[in-house]
């Protein structure tokens, strides 16, 4: 009796607790396996909690429960979980991974290189166009792309004297050429009208002073003068000091470029084409009476 009472007092120090906790279970007449089923647990966890295996418990956190409810069920007292978890406890808490604070070498440079490659990319992209736009040739004139669509013929060109009946003198121009070319027709060309298929320039006809149309040229000017029946006696670039003169009875209308610097004469008298001209250009038609009137377009 006095064996019984030692394994079943608490206070016993030489008792262990996996003892304790198997003398009461041998008390209660229960096996591990009927002591599992009030539990719900497995078997080798009532055995390994008997023989003080708490390596096989798992973390001590489960272990606490185990031991807890078994001794619950048993009627023992709660120190008898405290006598057994507190000196393996420690055995259990997993160590704190030390992290460094310091950020890696390779980061730095990495965060520095993208720094630098930002910082490039935006300079390129400012830098660059101005300096395209400062180096870069200007655009050429547009009115020294402009080229009469009737260019005369220069005289130092050779002509074929063998065709030449297929094609028709222009009227003579007096006193030398210009030494440069200006593009007047450009005032001119809204007042277009559509060419015909097959312009053709008038030789010059000799006619008397009292019936004719000369046109005086003080400056380089565009003439067109459009026959009667229809046909061009004039469609060119008159240059400077020369002269036309044509036929009044056959001339139907007359446009003139640059009108400003050619002096017009019908039948011996000068006439006065201000009535007629439109941003320095001049259209007027010659009538059946020998006066100068306006175009009916």
Excluded at 98 to 103: A, D, F, G, V
Excluded at 176 to 190: D, G, I
Excluded at 222 to 238: C, Q
């Amino acid at each position: 009796m006095s064996q019984d009472s030692t394994r079943t007092n608490p206070s016993d120090a030489q008792t262990s607790p996996g003892l304790r906790l198997r003398d009461a279970r041998t008390a209660q007449g229960w096996s591990c396996a009927e002591v599992a089923g009030r539990l719900r647990l497995r078997t080798p966890l009532i055995e390994a909690m008997e023989r003080e295996d708490l390596a096989a418990l798992g973390a001590p956190v489960f272990a606490r429960g185990y031991l807890d409810s078994y001794a619950r069920l048993l009627n023992l007292p709660g120190n008898l979980v405290n006598e057994l978890l507190p000196a393996e406890q420690a055995v259990y808490v997993p160590p704190l991974e030390q992290t460094s604070t310091r950020p890696r070498r390779s980061r730095q440079w990495f965060d520095q290189f993208a720094r630098r490659f930002v910082y490039v990319a935006l300079t390129a992209s400012i830098v660059i166009p101005v300096v395209l736009l400062a180096t870069r040739e200007p655009l050429p004139d547009p009115a020294s792309l402009l080229t009469p669509l009737d260019m005369p013929v220069s005289s130092n060109v050779p002509v074929d004297v063998s065709n030449s009946s297929a094609v028709e003198a222009a009227p003579e121009l007096v006193g030398p050429p210009a030494p440069m070319e200006q593009a007047v027709m450009a005032s001119f060309t809204p007042f277009y009208g559509p060419s015909r298929t097959s312009p053709v320039t008038a030789a010059p006809v000799s006619v008397n002073q009292t019936d004719s149309l000369v046109l005086k040229l003080r400056g380089d000017s565009w003439v067109e003068v459009t026959g009667k029946d229809g046909s061009r006696l004039a469609h060119e670039l008159g240059r400077a000091g020369g002269e036309l003169s044509f036929d009044a009875a056959k001339v139907a209308h007359v446009l003139l470029g640059n009108a400003s610097a050619v002096q017009v004469r019908l039948n011996g008298q000068e006439m006065n084409i201000g009535a007629f001209q439109r941003a320095n250009v001049a259209r007027f038609a010659v009538s059946s009476d020998g006066l100068v009137v306006p175009t009916d377009g």
